[in-house]
């Protein structure tokens, strides 16, 4: 199996974009301007209460040997891990997500999923965004996306919910996760530490280190200097320097906010709490998700890695993956129904494409973006559904097939964000929102 850091293709995936608390102080693309981006970034269409949680498995989760098993398939196929009954009856899926059988009630799986590639960077792109990106592009090459991400999407056209971001990455921020045409104004608030981290806090919430207190509470106070100074005659010849100051002054605020820092306390949860999501990183990521949704995040983006499994495919899931997917995943849900809070947060967790249906010589799975399952809950999805099915071997849908478009819109729509809708490039180019407008409706 590849490196935390590493995938097959040898590339680094580096974070692409960095929103630092330290910028307000220099250079650069700095929290206050982001939230005077912001401001004006909220487009017209009226507010939801839907938000959404789109948990990533960067690398490719084996969908043959979880969602959609084959038992009846030839053993190069099948694999050895046996299908397990789940609380609704007639679906199955593995042995080693006992956990998540018991939730089944709440999730959907879409089994006639699949797209045109299996390469990591486009198809990560394809997912994250909707769109197929055009031939040659490498996101981990390029300095952001084509096309915005749907974290960056709902932060337009929904607006930010109180003092919280709209949209947050976390442990790290994807290549393809990134606003692209849409701007500075709807990148995401990168946490950028690992939740189960003992020493586990959020830069961007704490002044820099090279800031000591006192000096910063000296900026604050130059900034009412220079707002003085600005009503005092020249406040019409210096609007611009004006609004940097009311937003910085947002800055400030946010990083001393008592109700931001509380939804990124994670300290603040009970031990059992966090033992129950499980002692890992991508635990504590889906009890920093829940904390964040619920404090008014519309959009958490969740990179968990990795699953790129073309050596020991069956070892390194049933012994490392699968069982930090089963108790984080499985708890999500549960604790979301438990707070009455599963109806207006939607779920997704999906990888990029799933794994080859015949398993190679190191007894893993390579890249398979033709069919695999995506799996969705909660904010307006029908728990306890099965949509199509692949053929015999999950070489291909059975049918006719959903793939990211389908996806795209199907979210947007559980929003009230309309996938007809346009931006427009910085070339004045119309591009729809989504796409498609056709849904995933055996979900709705």
């Not at 959404?52 to 009846?72: A, E, Q, Y």
């Not at 690992?194 to 704490?206: C, G, H, M, Q, R």
């Not at 931001?260 to 033992?275: P, Q, Y």
């Not at 930090?324 to 129904?337: E, H, Q, V």
Request: charged content about 20%.
């Amino acid at each position: 199996m590849a490196t935390a850091n590493h995938f097959c293709d040898r590339v680094t995936r580096r974070d692409a974009l960095r929103v630092g608390s330290a910028s307000l102080f220099g250079a650069g693309w700095g929290l206050g301007q982001l939230l005077s981006r912001q401001s004006i970034a909220a487009e017209t269409s009226p507010p939801s209460d839907v938000s959404v949680i789109f948990l990533f498995l960067k690398g490719g989760l084996s969908t043959i040997d979880t969602w959609d098993m084959k038992p009846n398939a030839p053993s190069e196929f099948r694999g050895p891990f046996a299908p397990i009954a789940t609380n609704i009856p007639g679906i199955e899926v593995c042995e080693h997500l006992p956990m998540l059988a018991g939730q089944m009630d709440k999730v959907s799986l879409i089994r006639n999923f699949g797209h045109r590639n299996s390469d990591h960077g486009p198809a990560d792109h394809y997912m994250l965004t909707g769109y197929h990106p055009i031939p040659g592009f490498n996101p981990n090459l390029s300095p952001n996306n084509q096309r915005p991400a749907h974290g960056s999407i709902i932060s337009r056209k929904l607006g930010p919910r109180g003092s919280v971001p709209p949209y947050v990455c976390l442990p790290r921020m994807h290549a393809s996760a990134g606003p692209a045409y849409l701007g500075a104004s709807v990148a995401p608030f990168v946490v950028e530490a690992d939740p189960n981290s003992p020493s586990f806090a959020v830069p961007d919430l704490l002044p820099p280190l090279v800031v000591d207190p006192g000096r910063f509470e000296n900026r604050k106070e130059l900034l009412g200097v220079v707002d003085r100074f600005q009503k005092s005659g020249e406040i019409a010849a210096n609007r611009g320097a004006n609004a940097v100051n009311t937003f910085q002054r947002k800055a400030f605020d946010l990083m001393t906010s008592s109700a931001t820092k509380a939804a990124f306390d994670i300290s603040a949860e009970s031990g059992e709490m966090r033992d129950r999501y499980g002692r890992n990183s991508l635990g504590q990521a889906c009890l920093m998700a829940r904390r964040l949704v619920e404090a008014g995040v519309r959009c958490v983006s969740i990179d968990h890695t990795n699953w790129d499994t073309h050596d020991n495919n069956f070892s390194v899931l049933k012994n490392d993956l699968l069982p930090l997917l089963d108790r984080g995943m499985s708890t999500l849900f549960a604790d979301l129904s438990e707070r009455d809070m599963l109806k207006k947060t939607l779920v997704v967790v999906t990888g990029e494409f799933g794994r080859t249906p015949r398993i190679n010589q190191n007894s893993g799975r390579d890249h398979w973006g033709p069919s695999f399952t995506v799996a969705m809950g909660g904010g307006g999805i029908q728990g306890g559904r099965v949509v199509g099915k692949s053929d015999p071997r999950a070489e291909k849908p059975d049918g006719p097939a959903y793939g990211p478009e389908e996806l795209s819109s199907t979210m947007f729509r559980l929003l009230g964000v309309d996938p007809n809708d346009e931006f427009y490039t910085p070339e004045g180019r119309p591009v729809k929102i989504a796409a498609s407008n056709r849904v995933i409706s055996e979900l709705l």
